[in-house]
């Protein structure tokens, strides 16, 4: 199986004009930007942004945000995410790191992944209210200012200022985290344990029947506790997975038809179009071709 391609350092620097300066931290200044969509993709590094104007609806897996200013955006590696449509200009500036950059010096070499804040459960956007945007802003300046200077141990501070950037972000995300007890109810909890197991499995299986065996329910009520928590039922939310899967396998040259639809475990090439179709209302070459 070939190795899937994800947005590393060399595109995002390329993405961004950017020099690469650092093999694990990438800063990327405050950017407008007008564009209005953008295809489903990944990357290699942690991705830490704080929005300064606009509103956007952004989507991370099978997650819909609607985001606005102010506000923090986070997403993880291998997480797809896309940006589906902002309205006028998004005014962004972020910060792009890997985890042996936060960790690197540190006696913990878990402190990134104890965080809830990169979690798949914790959300991907933190309103921000003025007091808080300061705070942010001002950590973010400081890392700016000392990734730009030119003195020794620059970049020990600047993994020191990251750490508390990500810490400040974690505490304002608990405080943040609603309690309201349907966020306890069993419908909740059977609708994150099915997202759960659905984004470890789908490449393998898209029968509703082994989702609900899994969670010890029967496919119906498992079809409708998920239509009630989410407005789509169990074979939408696969078939939608699958098919952001695919958009991101399609953006890799390297790879054709077949060989995406071997890993997608269709049985041939044939069944993959025509799901593709289906579901996108295009061919998959027809969506390969419209990258360019």
Request: with cysteine; net charge negative; glycine share 4%.
């Amino acid at each position: 199986m070939k190795e899937i391609k994800r947005f590393d350092l060399f595109d995002l620097t390329q993405k961004f004009g950017l020099d690469i300066e650092s093999e694990d931290f990438v800063f990327k200044p405050q950017e407008t930007s007008l564009n209005h969509y953008s295809e489903p993709h990944r990357s290699e590094m942690y991705s830490f942004g704080i929005i300064l104007k606009g509103a956007a609806q952004l989507k991370v897996g099978l997650e819909n945000y609607n985001v606005q200013a102010p506000g923090l955006v986070v997403v993880s590696p291998d997480e797809i995410r896309q940006w589906v449509h902002w309205q006028d200009s998004l005014t962004i500036i972020s910060i792009f790191f890997t985890e042996n950059f936060v960790v690197s010096g540190l006696s913990d070499t878990l402190f990134l992944k104890r965080l809830r804040l990169f979690k798949r459960k914790g959300s991907h956007f933190i309103p921000l209210n003025p007091e808080e945007l300061t705070s942010m802003q001002t950590l973010f300046d400081e890392i700016e200012k000392k990734k730009t200077s030119g003195s020794l141990g620059k970049n020990i501070i600047v993994q020191a200022l990251l750490r508390a950037l990500l810490l400040e972000a974690e505490g304002l995300q608990q405080i943040q985290t609603p309690t309201d007890s349907d966020k306890y109810s069993q419908a909740y909890q059977l609708t994150d344990k099915f997202k759960e197991l659905l984004s470890k499995e789908f490449s393998k299986q898209r029968e509703v029947s082994y989702y609900a065996d899994r969670l010890f329910v029967t496919s119906k009520h498992l079809s409708q506790i998920l239509k009630d928590q989410t407005g789509k039922t169990a074979s939408e939310l696969i078939e939608e997975i699958v098919c952001l899967e695919a958009k991101v396998l399609l953006q890799v040259n390297e790879l054709n038809v077949s060989e995406i639809a071997d890993q997608l475990n269709f049985a041939n090439p044939s069944f993959f179009s025509k799901f593709f179709k289906r579901y996108s209302g295009i061919s998959p070459i027809e969506y390969r071709r419209s990258l360019s």
